[in-house]
C-alpha cells in the first residue's frame, strides 16, 4: 500500500496496489477506514465525522491526478 497524501499528522490517503476496481483510494488512521471513489470523490463504503470526509475528499480532489497515473502504470 502507497500513501500518497496525510492530513492532521493523524490521517493518510492510501493506494492499495493489486486493489480492486473502481478506482478509489481509502482515507485512514485514527479508527478510519473508508473508500472514496477517485471518479466522484464520494464515500463508496465506511463512515466517518463529515470534517474528515470532507478534508479526505480535498485531499484526494489534489492528489487523483498522481492517484491515477499511479493505477494506470501499477494495474493496467
Known amino acids: ?3 500518497k497524501y496525510r ?3 493523524k490521517y493518510r490517503i492510501q493506494l492499495r ?3 480492486h476496481p473502481p478506482p478509489h483510494v481509502h482515507p485512514t488512521g485514527g479508527g478510519v477506514d473508508v473508500m ?5 470523490i464520494e464515500v ?3 463512515k466517518a465525522r463529515p470534517l474528515i470526509i470532507k478534508e479526505a475528499q480535498a485531499s484526494s480532489v489534489g492528489c487523483a491526478g ?11
Not at 472514496?36 to 466522484?40: A, G, K, P, Q, R
Not at 498522481?66 to 493496467?76: A, L, M, P, Q
Open 44 to 46: 463508496m463504503i465506511g
Open 1 to 3: 500500500m502507497t500513501t
Open 7 to 9: 492530513f492532521r499528522d
Open 36 to 40: 472514496l471513489s477517485l471518479e466522484t
Open 17 to 19: 496496489e493489486k486493489d
Open 66 to 76: 498522481t492517484v491515477r497515473f499511479s493505477i494506470e502504470t501499477d494495474f493496467y
